[in-house]
């Protein structure tokens, strides 16, 4: 069975609503987002986009106005902000989000890349296919022993006693 061609609507160019610029003609104070991105700036208080940045394709029919979807959205740079950075407690959160997609559930191994869902688990436990070191971070130590604790072998140890250490 043949598929039919999605059918594009044209619009004159001099009938859409915001000007269009070709790749080489954008004005000075106009940018992507991606270029707001590495100019260290978020859209902030742009309404939204003030101009269409037209696909190559497009370029070659200037009479048309650019309907497809690799078509980019033009902002200004002067109501654009810079990027907020994150607190403490954001960057620990989503440590801990990352580090629960990058661990292995039975070897307890934190790799540098995000583990498959389906899985589960690393390859190495999964099917035994030998993994990269360099690919993963050491396992967290089992427990650790506090200064301030008591011992896990002492039975009799009292945490609020002062004595308890010296006495050994």
């Not at 080489?24 to 742009?46: F, H, Y």
């Not at 990269?132 to 971070?137: C, Q, T």
Request: proline fraction near 10%.
């Amino acid at each position: 069975m043949k598929r039919r061609r999605r059918e594009v609507n044209r619009v004159p160019r001099s009938d859409t609503t915001l000007p269009e610029y070709d790749r080489a003609t954008v004005p000075d104070g106009l940018a992507t987002r991606r270029q707001l991105r590495e100019m260290g700036l978020s859209p902030g208080g742009n309404r939204g986009p003030v101009a269409i940045l037209r696909c190559r394709l497009c370029a070659t029919r200037p009479q048309w106005s650019c309907r497809h979807p690799t078509r980019g959205y033009l902002l200004r740079v002067d109501l654009a902000k810079p990027k907020r950075t994150p607190t403490l407690a954001q960057e620990r959160a989503l440590d801990q989000a990352m580090a629960a997609r990058q661990t292995c559930d039975l070897c307890k191994r934190r790799f540098y890349i995000c583990l498959s869902i389906r899985l589960g688990c690393c390859l190495e436990c999964h099917d035994g296919t030998p993994v990269d070191p360099s690919s993963y971070a050491a396992p967290p130590a089992s427990r650790h022993l506090l200064a301030a604790g008591p011992r896990p072998s002492d039975p009799t140890g009292d945490p609020h006693d002062r004595d308890h250490y010296r006495r050994r």
